[in-house]
């Protein structure tokens, strides 16, 4: 009875946390699929991953890589930009091993 007991316990757990629902939703999916993937299991990972709610945080930073992103790609822009005209001012190298 006590292993009845823990596995109905372990079972309202999976309830309350959504994980039978989650379940049971790819299962369906899979059983309705009209050509059954080759592995089930290939299935089964990709559909719980795209099921997993999405972190609000990752956003945030994938918005702060995109805005990081643009402002190297100013800052290479203003390096090269200056370096051609630091080259204006300084003399060609041949003349200063010649002073």
Do not use: C, I
């Not at 990972?45 to 930073?61: C, F």
């Amino acid at each position: 009875q006590a292993a009845d007991s823990k596995r109905e316990q372990f079972r309202q757990y999976l309830e309350k946390s959504g994980v039978l629902d989650v379940l049971t939703r790819v299962l369906v999916a899979l059983y309705e699929e009209p050509e059954k993937p080759s592995s089930a299991l290939d299935f089964l990972k990709q559909h719980l991953g795209a099921s997993a709610p999405e972190n609000p945080e990752l956003d945030v930073l994938r918005l702060e890589l995109a805005e990081m992103k643009e402002k190297y790609e100013a800052v290479l822009e203003e390096n090269k930009n200056l370096k051609t005209k630091l080259a204006q001012y300084e003399p060609p190298q041949d003349e200063k091993h010649g002073e």
